[in-house]
């Protein structure tokens, strides 16, 4: 008994001090949750001029939430919790983009794919040459710490990683359906090819680079664009067959969303387990899961998931958002730069200058290319549309952040001054472009694209997106599948637009293709399943008994 008296002491000791760290995380975790609330509430108040949206808000929240904490703790830290890598890429990233895809109009989406592709894959590619190219041969000359090859590169990556946030909530898709589409989808694509070119990176050998291991680069690089896009589209056809085949509806709509979810996630972590590109891989599981999967699940279910996935990537923005606010005040960095603060401000005014002129680079060209291929005037991207695109495109935001931290701290801690400059440059980027430019986005936007006269947005809506669901669902929920490819068909068409118009288009061959082979197998508008009881049925049956009591 008295020699196991010291065994029992260490062991209180530490469970107290294993109490205590719990308890300082349940204190870190309450707080943070409070920001998370205040900024959504001020967010809402902010909302009615546009001028300060969420990440502006969040951001600003999170510098006053650092500077509390920097004279509460005497200057010794500015966090509330500690960045990790990993809790961005594997819990917060996934629903920001699987959102993006799952409630992207997918008609102007395909539409303009091959402008999209040519923004997104070939512009960003253009943009990491020139802002590495750039850095690699400005910075040596700065002596700003030991950097070798593979980090210009990576900040290559890093900064042509976008954040078209602030442009999308100004923009209104259905009075410039062309630009919200390019804007959108060349913003997923460029994230989805940032990351991929930065995993491709970290990969590969750098110190002997020739020709042969570029070919292999760019070979790689391809492989995992293709690959991750295939397992997307698998593991939303695979969710979309599940539940046609099995009717969860009939039985309980809480098994309908639980699967969907959860399908969306395996997606997004079986990219990760094999190495591929997750990010793409969850992006076209998204669209999948909306051309498809949504359409087989009851209506409540479409509401619900609809509103859950918005939610969830609502949620991880904004917390992105308050804690890169909380960071740009971390004295464990800024203290590397004090002696020197002008190089640090050198730094970041050349990233930002070569963000504008890499931007610019592909942009306009890209544009000038993608213009000649179109027919009429209204497929073309006008000049001041292309000016909203390369001005969307210089916002640096969540991505950005991730990657600079995945390649220049551990746990979000550096203690090399060059990487600890690179830290510190990237979010006064992201901060200047965020604040900044996007406070200038609106008076731009409105002199650039003045709103055209009142018109019915009817045509431009899209009946088989989840965007256009809320109105219909939330008068009466009675409104059933057939109802829409019903007032679909029977829309008065225009003999102009169809004169105008190719018949024998890409779209035309898919949408033939799509109704004979895979929505017979996967489900989708007009090919609902029929559950017994369900809001379908009944609206049927109603409509039924309505007709009777007529004749």
Same mark, same amino acid.
């Given at each position: ?107 102007? =989406?395909?539409?303009? !794919?091959?402008?999209?592709? /040519?923004? +997104? $894959?070939?512009?960003? @590619?253009? &943009?990491?040459? *020139? #802002? ?88 790689? =690089?391809?492989?995992? !664009?293709?690959?991750?896009? /295939?397992? +997307? $589209?698998?593991?939303? @056809?695979? &969710?979309?067959? *599940? #539940? ?308």
């Amino acid at each position: 008994m008295i020699t196991m008296a010291p065994e029992l002491s260490l062991v209180f000791k530490s469970l107290d001090m294993l109490g205590a760290s719990d308890h300082a995380t349940v204190v870190s975790i309450t707080l943070f949750v409070t920001l998370l609330c205040a900024c959504i509430v001020i967010g809402h108040l902010l909302e009615e001029n546009r001028w300060m949206n969420e990440s502006i808000t969040a951001i600003a929240i999170g510098l006053c939430t650092g500077v509390v904490i920097l004279l509460t703790t005497g200057g010794k830290s500015s966090h509330i919790l500690v960045f990790s890598e990993d809790l961005f890429f594997i819990y917060l990233l996934p629903p920001i983009i699987f959102n993006a895809g799952f409630q992207v109009k997918k008609k102007q =989406f395909f539409r303009n !794919f091959m402008t999209i592709m /040519l923004f +997104g $894959a070939i512009g960003t @590619l253009i &943009s990491f040459a *020139i #802002i590495s190219l750039g850095a690699t041969q400005i910075f040596k000359k700065l002596d700003i710490g030991p950097l070798e090859l593979g980090d210009y590169l990576a900040i290559g990556t890093i900064f042509s990683a976008t954040d078209s946030v602030c442009t999308l909530q100004v923009l209104n898709q259905d009075e410039t359906p062309l630009l919200y589409s390019l804007v959108f989808g060349e913003g997923v694509v460029n994230d989805a090819t940032s990351v991929v070119l930065f995993n491709a990176i970290q990969d590969f050998d750098l110190t002997h680079i020739n020709s042969k291991i570029a070919l292999q680069f760019f070979g790689n =690089f391809s492989y995992l !664009f293709i690959i991750s896009t /295939l397992l +997307g $589209a698998f593991a939303g @056809l695979l &969710s979309a067959y *599940i #539940i046609k085949k099995l009717y969860f509806g009939r039985h309980s709509t809480d098994r309908e969303v639980a699967l969907m979810i959860l399908m969306a996630y395996l997606s997004y972590m079986l990219a990760e387990l094999f190495h591929l590109s997750a990010i793409l891989t969850v992006f076209f599981c998204g669209i999948v899961m909306s051309h498809y999967t949504w359409h087989n699940v009851t209506e409540s279910s479409r509401v619900t998931t609809k509103h859950a996935f918005a939610t969830l990537s609502f949620m991880a923005e904004i917390f992105i958002f308050l804690y890169v606010g909380m960071d740009a005040l971390d004295i464990e960095k800024w203290r590397f730069v004090r002696s020197s603060p002008g190089k640090s401000i050198g730094v970041s005014a050349i990233l930002q200058g070569l963000v504008l002129i890499g931007r610019a680079a592909f942009v306009f060209p890209l544009s000038f290319l993608s213009n000649l291929t179109k027919k009429t005037q209204n497929e073309k991207i006008t000049f001041n549309q292309q000016i909203t695109i390369w001005w969307a495109g210089l916002m640096r935001g969540a991505v950005s952040v991730a990657l600079a931290y995945n390649q220049f701290t551990r746990a979000g801690h550096t203690q090399l001054r060059g990487n600890a400059i690179m830290i510190t440059s990237t979010i006064t980027v992201v901060l200047f472009s965020t604040v900044v430019f996007g406070l200038m986005t609106k008076p731009l936007v409105k002199l650039l694209l003045p709103p055209p006269k009142p018109f019915s947005s009817m045509l431009s809506s899209e009946p088989n997106s989840p965007k256009s669901f809320i109105v219909p669902l939330l008068e009466n929920g009675q409104e059933s599948e057939i109802d829409f490819g019903a007032r679909n068909i029977l829309r008065p068409s225009s003999i102009r637009m169809l004169l105008s118009t190719p018949t024998h288009t890409v779209h035309r061959y898919w949408r033939k293709f799509d109704n004979a082979f895979m929505r017979p197998v996967f489900g989708g508008r007009g090919f609902v399943p029929f559950v017994p009881g369900s809001p379908i049925e009944q609206s049927l049956h109603q409509k039924e008994e309505e007709t009777e009591t007529q004749t």
